[in-house]
């Protein structure tokens, strides 16, 4: 990352011993904390038991869970479009990701890649990127949502099932270690139940 001293926890806290959902509605919004503990704690237990060498964190925003791989990695590189709309100074590397990833071959030990690959039109093209740019032995943790209401658009273009993602990954020559699924539909229903009555003064979670 280009300014680390400057990165603050946004999406993220560390509070008690371990990683969760940011407190703080702005950026993430009180019915979901429920689902992003979950998948917080799935990101944080992945990092660290996987991430080593050279980390390219792949539509890196504000890089939410560089808090938890900074220690664990070597360098890393965030990598995001020009025209994301979590504008941040954490980038490194600016470009479409619709046209490829602009990283050399096998440059990372490890891919970090959270809820990107949706927003991606092409995504045989995006997985034989994320193949190339992988270093022999290295590991991918890639997240994508499923049951979620269109987000960010226009560009908004897919949702995957768990048979989706292996078949992607086979294709390319990827090999499964694990494939978890996080949350499920009292989740959801509580994200969108609070996204349609924001405006009321709830406080939940603390």
């Known amino acids: 990352m280009p300014n680390p001293q400057s990165w603050k926890s946004t999406k993220t806290e560390f509070r008690k011993g371990h990683w969760r959902a940011s407190r703080d509605p702005t950026e993430v919004s009180y019915g979901s904390r429920f689902i992003t503990d979950l998948v917080v704690a799935v990101y944080a237990r992945q990092l660290q038991t996987h991430a080593t060498g050279v980390l390219a964190d792949i539509g890196c925003g504000k890089a939410p869970y560089f808090g ?84 960010e658009a226009p560009f908004d273009y897919h949702r995957y099932t768990s048979f989706a993602l292996r078949r992607y990954a086979e294709r390319v020559g990827l090999e499964i270690e694990a494939l978890e699924a996080v949350g499920g539909p009292l989740h959801v229903l509580a994200d969108l139940t609070c996204k349609l009555v924001r405006p009321w003064p709830l406080k939940l979670l603390a």
Do not use: M
């Open 68 to 151: 938890i791989y900074r220690d664990l990695v070597t360098k890393s590189v965030g990598v995001d479009w020009n025209s994301s709309i979590h504008r941040s100074d954490q980038v490194d590397i600016s470009c479409d990701l619709n046209e490829g990833i602009a990283l050399p071959d096998a440059f990372a030990n490890t891919i970090l890649c959270t809820d990107v690959i949706e927003h991606l039109f092409d995504p045989a093209r995006t997985w034989e990127e994320i193949a190339r740019i992988l270093a022999p032995g290295g590991k991918a943790i890639i997240g994508v949502p499923f049951l979620y209401w269109i987000h």
